[in-house]
């Protein structure tokens, strides 16, 4: 070897450390700068057992129980630590995760051995970002779980079967372990059990090496899936999986999905031929076994989902972050296998390339700014949770079916926990200054708030955007009171795009969720919030808008309640061209004008209205520039439809040209929208 081919080796494998390590420190950071704290999705059934173990007393069920199809003993364990020590703020099951992602790599890579491919580079390529999902929710420490219990059973059963180990039973042992550590993690743990009778089948194992492994591995395998159909009532899941991975090996090789299942069998029955005759031979080497174990546990269990999605919806949806974690072991075994035997005689530099290649496509930073983007749509998912209005997303609802959110945010509210612990939200003494001070002794924020919107009798929600008095930044909180103190806090999350292309500064807007204290007289409707911006920790960090927002007297009317109805204009509502516009950002929206409204009477929107139709959301803007909204909700079937009024004192106070803007989502089929003058029958009254 020249002297310049080996300088060419060593800056081949430098840039390989170097580039490995930066993808480590990498993951490092995006986990903890984009950690999810807020429950989200399987987090929330975390929340409910933990509430009965607080509220009921320990029972050794809560842990066994199924999640879905799973048991997740050791997810339940740290999740237990983080809600008992750390507030459930997420901390520790962001660290145990990266242990055990970064510690499968480096066993990975002992197990391995490939040529000029170190330990540190497959710690990098386990925790690559491409499964951002996984190392930023904490629920998902049980991919971490699964993928160590798994590296661990197959790599320590291949130890017990080197010749002349010298404490074969103890491996053994040590594998079946990690593999009843694997059942108690996900179900793709159940699978440990066919994958080392493989690794033993292609070893030739003694009775000596295999049989602890095993015997514990098919233990517990089968105790878990008696469980299993009463779970899920379902007769025989392990058929629904052999299915699935038989469909999976044939679009792997090609099939189109009618034939994917049938191609699948025979790939599987010429596999284990061509395996069988080698073994016939002579036994397969420790290592190749151990990797080829490890694939087929991977192509086995139903959350090979990266590659899967791949070949039956297309490139686009590979690597999908939710299973990332099981392909990227599916790759590295394959990956492995490939250069083992290409490097089996050199080491050529270009593996080393190839690897760097591959990291960098695994971790390119369109994958951090999915998972900012991410927790950023967590987060405003929770700010209406976070102030007693509970607004279930449908992306909630679809998961968490009629698991209540109600009792669970009052649970942790209560408990001080997730985003009620004490370090999360805004200094006390930022709240005491909001409580105190009034907005004229405070310096002035940047700022609007564009859109206040009751909800109900005392929910509503504040949409706008504030910034800093000074040099254009974000405030770090916004916080909102009425006369009876404060009634909600909010982080500024939100895209404003329109703000951005305005200021020349990346400032975002805000939602701010808001429970009102209900201090006035029914009577007396108008409702004034003061909003607060927090840059800092004390009280001295503290801006204030000069202006409060106005929630004014719109009224819900159902059609019963009133009386001499005159319809000024009507619009079909399902309609997609003019009147109807068209925005990316809104979806449809009409707008009318009046040039003046007749006293005493109210001017709304009426929906005529199918059942079970999408709701509008509308909005009111007075000549003098003060605008109320109100949205008007689905209509159930057989629900009286209602009127959205604003009431004659408000025309009295704001006279002169009115603009309504009605919004509409593509689920909206109603026959028309009307705008109509009208009166409602005395003694009538129903505020929202």
Request: proline content about 7%; aromatic content about 8%.
């Amino acid at each position: 070897m020249s002297l310049a081919s080996a300088r060419w080796r060593r800056a081949c494998q430098f840039l390989l450390g170097i580039s490995a390590l930066g993808v480590i420190v990498q993951a490092v950071f995006v986990a903890w700068r984009f950690r999810v704290v807020e429950p989200w999705m399987d987090d929330w059934f975390w929340v409910a057992t933990f509430r009965r173990m607080t509220e009921d007393g320990f029972t050794w069920q809560d842990l066994f129980a199924f999640h879905n199809e799973h048991r997740i003993v050791t997810t339940r364990l740290v999740l237990l630590a983080d809600s008992l020590w750390f507030h459930m703020l997420g901390w520790f099951p962001l660290i145990v995760n990266l242990l055990l992602l970064g510690g499968a790599g480096l066993a990975f890579g002992r197990l391995a051995r490939v040529g000029p491919l170190p330990p540190l580079f497959w710690a990098a390529w386990f925790l690559s970002l491409c499964q951002f999902d996984n190392l930023i929710l904490p629920f998902q420490v049980q991919f971490g779980f699964s993928i160590a219990a798994s590296v661990a059973a197959v790599g320590l059963l291949a130890l017990a079967t080197v010749p002349g180990s010298r404490h074969p039973a103890a491996f053994s042992a040590g594998a079946g372990l990690a593999a009843v550590v694997g059942a108690l993690s996900m179900a793709s743990g159940l699978l440990l059990a066919p994958a080392l009778a493989l690794l033993a089948f292609l070893r030739r194992a003694s009775l000596r090496a295999a049989a602890p492994a095993l015997a514990m591995a098919g233990s517990a395998a089968a105790t878990d899936l008696i469980g299993v159909p009463v779970a899920l009532h379902h007769p025989v899941p392990i058929i629904d999986r052999a299915s699935f991975a038989l469909g999976f090996l044939g679009s792997a090789a090609g099939a189109v999905p009618m034939l994917a299942r049938a191609v699948g069998l025979v790939a599987a029955a010429a596999l284990a031929f061509f395996l069988a005759s080698a073994v016939r031979r002579r036994p397969v080497p420790p290592a190749t076994a151990a990797l080829i174990a490890l694939g087929t546990w991977v192509v086995l269990n139903a959350a090979a989902g990266a590659v899967t999605d791949r070949a039956y919806y297309g490139p686009a949806a590979a690597l999908t972050p939710r299973y990332a974690s099981m392909s990227l072991l599916l790759l590295a075994a394959l990956a492995a296998l490939a250069w083992r035997e290409v490097t089996a005689a050199a080491r050529p530099p270009w593996v080393a390339l190839a690897a760097v290649a591959a990291l960098l496509a695994l971790n390119n930073p369109s994958y951090v700014r999915r998972a900012a983007d991410f927790r950023l749509f967590v987060q405003a998912n929770a700010e209406a949770l976070r102030n007693g209005v509970d607004v279930t997303t449908p992306a909630m609802s679809l998961l968490l079916g009629d698991l209540p959110l109600g009792p669970l945010i009052a649970f942790l509210r209560a408990n001080r926990l997730n985003l009620f612990a004490p370090t999360y939200g805004p200094p006390h003494s930022v709240l005491d200054a909001a409580a105190r001070d009034t907005p004229v002794s405070l310096p002035a924020c940047r700022g609007s708030v564009d859109s206040a919107m009751r909800l109900d009798d005392r929910a509503a929600i504040l949409q706008g955007w504030l910034a800093t008095p000074g040099r254009l930044r974000n405030v770090a909180w916004v916080v909102a009171r009425d006369d009876g103190g404060i009634v909600g806090i909010a982080r500024p999350r939100d895209g404003r795009g329109d703000v951005v292309a305005a200021m020349h500064a990346p400032i975002r807007g805000f939602s701010a969720f808001v429970r009102l204290h209900g201090s006035g007289a029914p009577a007396e409707r108008w409702v004034s919030v003061s909003v607060f911006g927090s840059f800092g920790d004390g009280a001295r960090r503290l801006c204030a808008l000069p202006s409060p927002a106005l929630l004014g007297p719109v009224e819900m009317v159902p059609e019963h309640a009133l009386r001499h109805v005159a319809v000024l204009a009507a619009q079909p509502a399902g309609a997609s061209g003019p009147p109807w516009q068209i925005d990316a950002d809104e979806g449809r929206w009409l707008r009318f004008e009046i040039a003046a409204v007749p006293l005493g009477r109210a001017v709304g929107i009426r929906l005529t209205a199918r059942p079970d139709t999408g709701g509008l959301a509308i909005t009111f803007r007075m000549a003098d520039g003060v605008s109320f909204s109100q949205k008007l909700p689905a209509l159930q079937t057989g629900e009286e439809p209602y009127v959205v009024l604003l009431t004659p004192e408000v025309m009295r106070r704001h006279p002169g040209k009115l603009s309504i803007t009605v919004r509409a989502t593509p689920a909206v089929t109603a026959d028309t929208v009307e705008l109509v003058l009208a009166e409602t029958i005395p003694g009538w009254s129903r505020l929202f």
